[in-house]
């Protein structure tokens, strides 16, 4: 028997006690729990349901310290409830199973998607497997004691963010966002099209000119510099710089074809040698790092005024886990109060395929970014488009409850109850309203799961009996029985007169 409770379905009692809350779903789990064992009944195992992958999370991580501190140990059975479609809904799946399986906690999963029933079957087998490798492998890091990691609620460690310095020709301070930052990796092929670099950064051209916008990237790194001869591509490079895009390139290459205004990257190695020293002074560092080395070799960190920490585990390292040797050097920056900005960055090699990318990012990056460890992403991997990257980059930072870039969507999969086509119908409302960030949109198919699991949902459209749908505001219906044909734009009328509609940006011809 699954004793799952619902984020979005808590008792009044429940509620009243401990509000929408994960501990408000441990207690109610607990209380049929302790009905079970007092009829002597253990045949049983845990769900906590959610479809806020931080949530989620917590809710678990709550039930098992309750279960430690009473003795239990009862199967844990892990989703993120109604978490949509496509890659967002792969990405949300992720962040929450793949975060609880990284600390050996789960022991059956489903992905929960708006797709057809075999289609949660591929995303469920990637995360299972990377889940029992990193128990086979026995991944790991050297001992270390935390202290300062928040388990059960969401406290984001918050890097210092960039300040104008006296005399500096550039602004800085856009070269990452408060809510999260997004990096990418250019090269010079790119360069020789700059309307179409700007349009892949998601820039905003106004007669052909970069400015950023909503889900603009914040930084790129360029590997190789263009020769200082090349005018038009240090033209292109020197108009992002203007509108605070930062531009990361490597010691080597500023030493050999200095670029104006450009962050330089080095290695701990590097900065440890005083090799940067060569650079004029004044330039602004990232420093690259495993995560994992001594902490006498990051001492060097307390002499430094990087402008960010790039953390970067090779992914050809079997034994050492990206997830716990990022927490040894998040405790070790907190300990000695060092608060620089710290981005994930993750390198995946040729032949990776596009599903593993989202499961593993999600997983890795996702397992921190929801305790409030690190302020941005940076995912490079050769096989795929560059608008892949970034959407998938800004999607895990919105799936972790940091950056609204988009819609945010929960949508059930389908079953025998469903009153109309799911996906015909999420894809018809997703068309119409996917500029509206901010906005949270609950597709569900019938209103036995649906109010409940919609709990996060701002507005809510939801099947109330054949051919009919209800309107929701937050968790209230206010309009029933509304014929499925006017149900999309009485949805759209609705946002409006809440107040949160805008209309859709206009393409520039």
Not at 19 to 28: F, L, N, T, Y
Not at 157 to 176: A, C, F, N
Not at 238 to 243: E, G, M
Request: aromatic share 6%; charged share 25%; proline share 5%.
């Amino acid at each position: 028997m699954r004793i799952g409770t619902n984020h979005g379905s808590l008792s009044d009692r429940i509620m009243s006690y401990y509000g929408d809350s994960p501990r408000g779903m441990v207690e109610s789990a607990f209380e049929f729990a302790r009905i079970c064992r007092k009829m002597d009944y253990h045949n049983f195992l845990f769900s906590m349901k959610a479809s806020n992958p931080v949530v989620m999370v917590q809710a678990y991580r709550l039930l098992v310290a309750e279960m430690n501190v009473v003795g239990w140990d009862y199967p844990l059975h892990l989703g993120v409830t109604e978490a949509g479609e496509g890659e967002d809904g792969r990405m949300k799946s992720a962040i929450g199973i793949g975060a609880l399986l990284q600390d050996g906690l789960g022991d059956t999963i489903r992905v929960s998607l708006t797709e057809e029933p075999e289609y949660e079957i591929d995303p469920c087998t990637r995360l299972a497997k990377l889940g029992m490798e990193a128990s086979r492998l026995q991944r790991g890091v050297e001992p270390f004691e935390e202290k300062h990691r928040h388990y059960f609620d969401f406290q984001r460690r918050t890097g210092e963010l960039p300040s104008q310095k006296e005399g500096e020709e550039v602004d800085y301070r856009g070269v990452l966002h408060r809510d999260g930052s997004v990096l990418m990796s250019v090269t010079l092929q790119q360069l020789k099209n700059p309307e179409l670099l700007y349009k892949s950064l998601a820039t905003k051209l106004i007669v052909g000119m970069p400015f950023k916008d909503l889900a603009t990237v914040d930084t790129i790194l360029l590997r190789e510099l263009p020769p200082v001869e090349d005018k038009s591509a240090r033209l292109a490079i020197k108009r992002l710089i203007d509108v605070s895009i930062g531009v990361l390139t490597p010691l080597s290459e500023q030493l050999t074809k200095p670029l104006p205004n450009a962050m330089v990257l080095v290695t701990l190695d590097e900065f440890s040698s005083g090799a940067h020293k060569l650079l004029p002074a004044g330039t602004r560092l990232a420093i690259t790092l495993r995560g994992d080395e001594p902490y006498e070799e990051l001492a060097i960190l307390k002499n430094s005024d990087a402008i960010m920490l790039l953390l970067d585990l090779p992914r050809t390292d079997k034994k050492v886990s990206r997830v716990h040797a990022s927490r040894r050097l998040f405790e070790y920056l907190q300990e000695n109060q060092l608060n620089f900005p710290v981005i994930h960055h993750l390198q995946y090699p040729s032949g990776t395929e596009r599903d593993d990318l989202v499961i593993s990012a999600g997983s890795e990056a996702g397992a921190l970014l929801v305790d409030g460890l690190g302020d941005g992403i940076f995912l490079e991997a050769p096989d795929h488009d560059f608008e892949f990257l970034r959407t998938t980059a800004f999607g895990m930072l919105q799936g972790c409850r940091m950056r609204n870039t988009k819609t945010e969507y929960v949508s059930c999969p389908s079953c025998g109850r469903t009153l109309f086509d799911l996906q015909e119908i999420s894809a018809e409302i997703r068309e119409k309203t996917s500029h509206l960030p901010g906005v949270s949109i609950a597709i569900m198919g019938c209103i036995v799961n649906g109010p409940g699991e919609m709990a996060d949902a701002d507005f809510g459209y939801v099947g109330g009996a054949p051919g009919k749908i209800d309107l929701y505001v937050g968790k209230t219906v206010v309009k029933r029985a509304i014929a499925m044909e006017q149900a999309t734009d009485a949805l759209i009328q609705l946002i409006k007169d809440h107040g949160r509609w805008v209309d859709p940006p206009k393409e520039e011809e």
